[in-house]
């Protein structure tokens, strides 16, 4: 059994969210977020409202991708679904949500290489030898372990982020970087940025995705 976040041009989830609880009888709240654009912090508080309810949060689904994104972030078990969304305008899997994002579900392997002149956000791993470029930011829900570059045009306010940042090189505008080598922390999502003219890798800060 899956609990439904409301639609939400009926109602608010956090108005919402209480009531369902209270008539959920099952210990484990799979949870299917719908068409829901949620951030961190929505997460975090839809995780309290549920432990405060006396249930354990389990499976998360969604139809946007910046909600799968801040899930998995916050270390949670989050994946797509694969029910159309209104927002979904092309059946293919390429897909731009919204207009300044590039959206790519799959895998690269070895050989490939994807770039866009917009933010491009991958759903899956970039294997060694494949390679990610954008002129925006570079953003790998999976494993880094390819090359990166962002502002491949020479934007320096730009960002790499991944769940986890293992690449053979970075590179943000002009400036290369290798990726570290020990292993990061379980569901902590990492970034790469510009500090002083010097790529700094440290914890990922999820924010709704802007135009630069």
């Not at 989050?78 to 895998?107: K, Y």
């Not at 060694?128 to 020479?154: F, K, M, Q, Y």
Request: proline share 6%; hydrophobic share 40%; with cysteine.
């Amino acid at each position: 059994m899956t609990l439904r976040l409301p639609d939400q041009r009926l109602d608010h989830w956090r108005d919402r969210l209480p009531d369902l609880l209270s008539r959920w009888s099952q210990p484990i709240v799979d949870l299917d977020c719908g068409d829901w654009k949620l951030n961190c912090n929505d997460l975090a508080d839809l995780c309290s409202a549920v432990t405060e309810a006396g249930h354990q949060l389990g499976r998360i689904t969604g139809r946007i991708p910046e909600t799968v994104v801040s899930a998995s972030a916050l270390g949670l078990d989050a994946s797509r679904s694969n029910t159309p969304s209104n927002r979904e305008l092309q059946p293919n899997p390429v897909r731009t949500a919204p207009s300044d994002l590039l959206f790519h579900h799959g895998t690269l392997r070895s050989g490939d290489h994807l770039q866009s002149e917009r933010t491009i956000l991958l759903y899956g791993d970039v294997n060694p030898g494949a390679r990610i470029s954008s002129t925006a930011d570079v953003l790998v829900w999976g494993r880094l372990r390819g090359v990166a570059h962002a502002g491949c045009e020479g934007s320096t306010t730009a960002k790499i982020v991944a769940l986890q940042l293992r690449p053979l090189q970075l590179r943000i505008a002009d400036a290369v970087a290798r990726g570290p080598e020990d292993l990061p922390q379980a569901g902590l999502a990492e970034q790469a940025e510009l500090k002083d003219g010097v790529i700094a890798i440290e914890p990922a800060v999820i924010q709704s995705f802007q135009k630069r």
